[in-house]
């Protein structure tokens, strides 16, 4: 029992934090068409930047929180703009540029913070007991923010103008620039959208985890695989492939013996697994070719 | 005798006169061959050596990973699979069987073209980015289960305590190049036959190649072994070369690496990568001084080599001292004023 409720939870968490990274992943690759590997870069430049805040200056940790944000975006909308825009025609060099990127950043905080693994305190502090198994309200704060955010940009999506200049400009470029929509800019702020997500994903789950330089690694191939297993370009299918590889991991590290090793092999099998059967993933547009 | 001989050095001679003097590009590849092949004469210090050597064995990684995702445009994230694949496999038969170099290296390979086989069958009926995604979780399961079996394949330590590949540096140097040079012009071969120009042709529009009555699938799979074939020879070069195979190959850090070297030299022209990866190696090497900037100062260069050549470093270049005539698409010299095949002015 206390077994399954660990899975349960462990599961839940990891599903949440993979949800919010593929959602902002496939959110700027919809519309810009950018394979963005430094985005969870991103998420681990925020963790460190609050880990600096708090430790480092002594703020309140929702200070850290709220500023590491906000300077993570900052960042991330610079970065598009002298990197990946004036190259956006050329795929290929796009894809290198994000990937150079995350490489550089990581390089950073390697000469800053030497690779030494440090930790940043919860949130809110204690736990609870369900059936005797512990649950931290830093776990279910986690959790709770994660659903919220997520609710927060459907609505976005779906009921503001704003969200129907991002979808319609992921649906069809050329035609959503006819319709007055103007292109770069809606590429821009889903850009800082989605880096404001990566960033935020960063900040609810920092005190769960440990900081090296490496963090963004795993992270960056199980969002991929959420996002190819979920279809891309479908919210509701990352939400629900990032669950679904959350648990498969959870369950893996749990019950398999030397689970840790495995956890990464296992939740890739299940996605080509899945891809086996529905080659456009369990809720995937089928993409038009671009001819 | 003598006669026949003269006769075909007459004819190389002018060959050489008329096809390689007139387009500087050849005359830096054929330089470039000769200072390959001369390098042990000039300097026997053997950390140059070494590099060199790592540096031919990844170059054929790099033209390998164009011969596939270049061409056909089938972009494989996960080409470190193939690299592995050659290294363990080529180290495993080492070991365990005794086999001696000359042996596992083709051997690993073709466990590499098998494992292209195997995830070619799923890959195949994805595009673009999906593949993209897709392909760089296989090395990552394969490593899941290097770490699971560490009785077999040393675990975190790798299997090390493989025969050398030959004697001496000279000899493995020698070895290295003169495989990597014949590979590279078999890759360039390949690529400029018809299969290649097939490849090509599912890059640009995979649908039309299908209207005119080509299997494409059968095309796709054949790219996805002779790629796995050449990466894992590379693969097997390093592990013997290194006398060690660790999950260091797999790693996903790996794979970005032969991406970052294929484009920025340049993609769908085999010479482009096999440069790249010639002024990138040395160049981290170079770096080593300053240890903990070494990667960082990699990856500004790139950054921003490519923000003013986004089409490869190589490829700019030869368009800075080539120019294509119009009519014929024959290429010159930029300095000539009409074609030199068919005379028409070149602007």
Not at chain 1, 90 to 110: K, Y
Not at chain 1, 150 to 161: C, F, P
Not at chain 2, 49 to 63: E, G, H
Not at chain 2, 251 to 270: L, P, Y
Request: glycine share 10%; aromatic share 12%; charged share 10%.
């Amino acid at each position: 029992m206390d077994l399954l409720l660990n899975i349960v939870i462990s599961g839940l968490i990891s599903g949440s934090v993979f949800a919010l990274l593929a959602i902002g992943f496939s959110l700027i690759f919809g519309v810009a068409r950018i394979v963005n590997i430094a985005h969870t870069a991103f998420y681990m430049l925020a963790a460190y930047s609050i880990y600096v805040i708090t430790h480092k200056m002594g703020f309140h940790p929702i200070w850290g929180m709220v500023t590491a944000i906000v300077l993570v975006t900052l960042l991330g909308l610079i970065s598009y703009k002298i990197f990946v825009n004036p190259i956006r025609e050329h795929e290929g060099a796009v894809l290198i540029a994000t990937i150079a990127l995350a490489m550089a950043f990581q390089e950073v905080m390697a000469l800053i913070f030497t690779g030494t693994y440090l930790s940043v305190p919860a949130l809110v502090k204690g736990y609870f007991l369900i059936l005797g198994v512990k649950v931290f309200y830093q776990q279910l704060l986690t959790f709770l923010v994660a659903l919220l955010v997520m609710g927060v940009l459907w609505a976005l999506l779906n009921r503001t103008k704003l969200g129907l200049a991002i979808r319609s400009t992921a649906q069809d470029r050329e035609v959503a620039n006819l319709m007055g929509i103007n292109e770069s800019r809606v590429a821009m702020v889903t850009m800082g959208i989605s880096v404001g997500l990566a960033a935020l994903t960063g900040a609810i789950v920092v005190p769960l985890t440990i900081l090296e330089p490496h963090m963004w690694m795993h992270p960056l191939v199980m969002m991929m695989a959420v996002v190819v297993l979920g279809g891309l370009g479908s919210l509701k299918g990352s939400f629900i492939g990032a669950y679904i590889l959350g648990f498969a991991e959870a369950l893996v590290v749990f019950l398999a013996p030397m689970g840790s090793f495995l956890k990464g092999s296992v939740a890739l099998s299940i996605m080509i697994l899945v891809l086996l059967i529905r080659p456009e993933g369990l809720f995937g547009v089928y993409f038009e070719e671009e001819r | 005798m003598l006669g026949l001989i003269l006769f075909y050095l007459r004819r190389l001679l002018i060959v050489f006169k008329n096809e390689v003097l007139v387009l500087p590009s050849r005359v830096v590849t054929v330089l470039f061959f000769i200072l390959l092949l001369l390098l042990p004469l000039l300097t026997k210090d053997p950390y140059l050596l070494r590099i060199f050597t790592l540096t031919s064995i990844f170059a054929i990684l790099a033209a390998s990973w164009d011969l596939l995702s270049g061409f056909t445009g089938q972009m494989n994230f996960g080409h470190a699979l193939f690299f592995g694949v050659g290294a363990y496999g080529a180290a495993l038969l080492n070991k365990y069987v005794g086999i001696p170099p000359w042996g596992t290296i083709p051997l690993g390979a073709l466990g590499a073209v098998l494992s292209g086989l195997i995830i070619g069958i799923p890959c195949l009926r994805l595009r673009g980015t999906y593949l993209a995604l897709t392909t760089l979780a296989f090395p990552i399961i394969l490593m899941g289960i290097v770490f699971a079996l560490p009785r077999l394949t040393g675990g975190e330590l790798g299997i090390s305590g493989i025969s050398r590949l030959s004697g001496s540096r000279i000899t493995d140097y020698y070895i290295t190049i003169i495989v990597m040079l014949s590979l590279c012009t078999i890759m360039w071969k390949i690529t400029d036959s018809n299969t290649g120009i097939i490849f090509h042709a599912i890059r640009e529009d995979e649908l039309a190649v299908r209207a005119s009555g080509i299997n494409t699938t059968r095309y796709k799979l054949l790219a996805f072994s002779l790629s796995g074939f050449f990466a894992g020879i590379s693969g097997g070069l390093y592990a013997h070369f290194m006398r060690i195979a660790g999950p260091s190959t797999l790693e996903v850090s790996m794979s970005f690496q032969v991406v970052i070297w294929a484009i920025f030299g340049g993609i769908v022209t085999i010479y482009g990568p096999v440069g790249a990866v010639f002024v990138l190696f040395p160049l981290l090497e170079l770096l080593r001084f300053w240890q903990e900037v070494r990667m960082l100062m990699f990856a500004c260069v790139v950054l921003f080599i490519l923000l003013y050549m986004p089409d490869g470093l190589f490829r700019w270049l030869r368009d800075r001292i080539e120019k294509e005539c119009p009519r014929c698409k024959i290429r010159n010299v930029a300095l000539r004023h009409t074609c030199r095949i068919c005379t028409a002015p070149l602007d």
